[in-house]
């Protein structure tokens, strides 16, 4: 789903621009010491900075981010990946045993998507955002999300935000999540891997934790 706030929007615009106005300029130079008129190297540069221009985007943001040089440019974070930890769930004011879990954030440039597993229920985002301090450096993702519980024949669909914050350089995820069931709580996550293709239950991103040398209950 599309995650750009406005605010990455205009970079995205500014990057563009800046982009094009370089491109124009090497390939009229190029062009200009190649004999050609200036006004014919003014035609030619403005006709192929734009087509790369334009195609730039449509390429870029169909792959994966995670090229932290591209994210600092670009003021977008990567937390593309899989990330295991726990949550620490209160269901009616009583404290529930710390739970395992693992996030598969799959990111491009403009979309974001997130999956929850836990040993018995999945759960997928239908909205994602990142959210920035006005007083800090602070990033948060903040995210809707919904799940079916279907153990005991359940069927009984639950809907929940959740708000964490880039910790450690980005290698970590803590934060908070609360839900209709009415269940709330805290989350903390570390950051396992960037590859996570063929990660889409519960125990494929266990065994990929465990390999990682992470502490898999």
Known sequence: MLSLSREEFKKLVQILLWFNAILFTVVWLIRIWAGATPG????????ISIALTTALPLIGMNRTWKWPR??????RPIVHGLWWGEIKPIYQGE?????????????QYASLSIQSFTSSIPADSTIEVFERSEKSTDVYLKYVYHMTREANA????????????????????GGSYW??????????LKLVTRECDDINCFESAREAADKKGFVVK
């Open 40 to 47: 014919a190297a003014a035609v030619q540069s403005i006709s």
């Open 70 to 75: 591209l994210a600092r440019l670009a003021n």
């Open 95 to 107: 404290a529930i045993p710390p739970i395992p879990i693992a996030f598969v954030i799959r990111q």
């Open 154 to 173: 359940e069927n009984k669909a639950t809907v929940g935000y959740g708000r964490l914050r880039l910790e450690r350089a980005g290698e970590e995820l």
């Open 179 to 188: 839900t209709n069931s009415p269940t709330s709580g805290q989350i903390r």
